[in-house]
């Protein structure tokens, strides 16, 4: 009994060290701390960079399982793979991947790649990969793509067979359809075109305007008109009229508009209305009696749209009544807040302001978040100063201030409330990096990490953070695409953030501010305003070019520059040196100060004269009934120049409070 128990001790001690044994080897290779993890991680990326893409695969091969960086460093060993050659490995880790990391976000793309993977060697697999994108995620990009793959699975399986399932080509037509459908500019849809025009069936005539609609997207314009002559005008007048424009067949697109007009706009998207009108008015003789005939033959569907246009284009003396009539005539249309706005400034400029005050209140009550709020309010706030009612005017551009901090009426109501009578506040900002946006995210949060890894094109492929991914193209030196996703998504936030908020640094991002600040010192130009001149002129693209030729940071015209160079000896020796920043700020900042020193350093009138020239400014000065700057900028003719300095001077105004050195 003793041997025995002897022998079960010994027994029992070789298990528990047999466990101890395998617990420490779990231990040492799949545990490891975060900082380990990070290196070899970080060390992967530089090989993969340097295409050791075999080094590369063997290092993320060792990132820990326990790390939430495993699924991530699981696809970039199939990117390996395939950069090596090997589908057999690259297949192997997308199926690691999406087998057993179901609810990362890379996962679905895995299953994706596998399934393309397997289109032509297992169809069948492939088939099975797509369907279950196709259910289990039906409203992403994958499960379009996927129903344009399964249509080409089933084609590649009976092309070359004598029998062909008329039920078959029904079920592959279905799939290419819903395709064009969805993506009609996707990356896929002029291949599902073609291959649906293989199937050898008749075509219905929605499906030829489908196929039309995508030829014209990609700019295809002849395969595009011989796809819609076998569809029905009804539907495709619209479209036929911006191919044929786009074909320069400006007699049949102002035969098509006017018809289509009449007869069709019940079938035809307004956005499409829209168009057919501006392409009408580009082609025509008299833009004035154009409008009026177009808007005497439209039927009501997208006749607001024309109404308001009309009302633009009429004179001083009837643009009131126009105004009112299209208010009365559609207040609920797309432009019955345009036409409310206007009505009310129309009563500020004739001192009624009884019914200024009326009309705005209204406005504000049924319109508080339109475009045009800010300027009811701010305006509110100008009659009752102008009728010395100090609490009413201070309440209207605290709450302008409050409800709409980012406007350009925000930083014209900040001066009228200091009582400042010129528009450049002389104030310095202060340099700040651009910074996630998020600054309280986890250091153990995986979208952390990626960031600091510089995993860019991974965490594009997780977030759906539109600052969060512009971030990335900050991060990759793609400014102006980093600062129109930030501005597209904080247009969608309200209330607004605070100043502080750091996503405010990708929507006005410091960019070339050192060569800005040193050539606006040079001549007496405002830095920040300079500053807001270049973001609203190029984005901060310095390869940027105009449709007219304007080109780089500041949008100077080859000839402007070359004379303003020549003047200067600023060495200007071909326009496409005016895509190097330095020189292009250098010129665009000398052409500025002497378009404000022509007009009295007046800023305003510079920055007008700037977009729409400073023969325009003196017209307009001499001709418009203005009170002060305000009533001067509401009535620029031309919306273009009136927009572009409104846009110019709320950019300045976000620069200092975003960024003001306090």
């Known amino acids: 009994m003793t041997e025995m128990n002897n022998k079960l001790k010994i027994t029992i001690g070789l298990s528990i060290i047999g466990v101890c044994f395998i617990v420490g080897f779990l231990f040492a290779y799949v ?25 590369s695969y063997y290092l993320f091969s060792r990132v820990s399982f326990l ?8 696809y970039h060993q199939a990117l390996c793979a395939k950069e090596l050659g090997d589908k057999k490995s690259e297949m192997k880790q997308y199926q690691l991947l999406f087998n057993n990391y179901t609810k990362n976000k890379l996962s679905l793309r895995a299953k994706y790649l596998a399934a393309q993977m397997f289109v032509e060697d297992e169809p069948n697999q492939a088939k099975k990969y797509f369907e279950q994108i196709i259910n289990e995620y039906p409203h992403t990009d994958y499960a379009i793509a996927s129903e344009y ?113 009449q007869n069709y706009v019940q079938y035809t998207d307004v956005s499409d209305i829209y168009d057919v009108v501006d392409i009408y008015l580009k082609i025509s003789n008299s833009k004035t009696e154009d409008i009026d005939y177009l808007y005497n033959i439209s039927m009501p569907k ?17 643009q009131a009544g126009c105004y009112s009539q299209l208010y009365l005539n559609f207040p609920n249309g797309m432009f019955a807040s345009e036409a409310l706005a206007n009505l009310f400034f129309d009563k500020i400029k004739a001192k009624d302001y009884e019914n200024a005050l009326k009309i705005g209140r209204d406005f504000l009550v049924k319109f508080e978040n339109d475009n045009n709020a800010p300027m009811v309010m701010f305006w509110l706030g100008k009659i009752a100063e102008r009728q010395n009612n100090y609490d009413d005017y201070m309440s209207y551009y605290k709450s302008t201030i409050a409800n709409y901090p980012d406007t350009y009426y925000a930083y014209r109501a900040y001066l009228s409330m200091k009582h400042i009578k010129t528009s450049i506040l002389n104030a310095y900002i202060k340099e700040q990096p651009v910074e996630y946006p998020y600054p309280n995210v986890s250091k153990k949060d995986v979208i952390f990490k990626l960031a600091e890894l510089k995993d860019y094109d991974l965490m594009m492929e997780i977030t759906e953070d539109d600052f969060v991914k512009s971030w990335i193209y900050y991060q990759k030196g793609d400014y102006s695409h980093s600062m129109l996703i930030a501005r597209d998504a904080m247009e969608k936030i309200y209330p607004k953030p605070e100043r502080t908020d750091l996503r405010w640094r990708l929507v006005y991002p410091i960019d070339f501010y050192e060569e800005i600040q040193k050539y606006a010192h040079s001549v007496g130009n405002d830095a920040p305003l300079m500053l807001a001149l270049v973001r609203e002129e190029s984005y901060f693209n310095p390869d940027a070019t105009s449709s007219v030729g304007a080109r780089g940071l500041m949008q100077l015209m080859p000839a402007t520059a070359k004379e303003i160079s020549a003047h200067y000896g ?56 203005y009170a002060d700057t305000d009533e001067f900028v509401e009535q620029i003719p031309y919306s273009e120049t009136k927009n572009y300095v409104k846009k110019v001077f709320r950019s300045y105004w976000n620069y200092l409070r975003i960024y003001i050195d306090e």
């Open 31 to 55: 545990y490891q701390p975060d900082e380990k993890t990070m290196q070899i991680y970080s060390s992967a990326m530089k090989d993969y960079a340097n295409k050791d893409y075999q080094n």
């Open 67 to 74: 790390s939430n960086l495993k699924p991530f460093a699981i």
């Open 149 to 261: 793959y399964l249509g080409i699975i089933m084609l590649n399986k009976y092309k070359n067979r004598k029998i062909f399932p008329v039920s078959v080509k029904d079920d592959i037509e279905m799939c290419f359809r819903h395709y064009l459908e969805k993506a009609p500019q996707g990356r896929l849809a002029l291949n599902a075109v073609a291959n649906w025009l293989t199937l050898d069936k008749e075509i219905l005539k929605d499906d030829y305007l489908l196929m039309a609609k995508s030829y014209y997207l990609f700019g295809d314009y002849e395969n595009a008109r011989r796809m819609l002559e076998n569809s029905d005008l009804k539907d495709s007048w619209a479209l036929d009229a911006k191919n044929s424009y786009a074909l320069k067949n400006y007699d049949r697109a102002k035969y098509l508009i006017p018809y289509g007009l």
């Open 302 to 318: 997208g006749k607001d749209y024309i109404w308001n246009l009309k009302c633009q284009a009429a004179s001083a003396d009837y």
């Open 570 to 625: 600023y060495g200007l020796m071909s326009e496409n040196d005016l895509y190097k920043p330095e020189l292009n700020i250098k010129i665009g900042n000398t052409y500025y100060a002497q378009l404000r020193s022509m007009l009295n350093n007046l800023d305003i009138s510079a920055i007008a004269a700037y977009n729409g020239g400073i023969g325009s400014i003196g017209r307009w000065k001499k001709n418009l009934n």
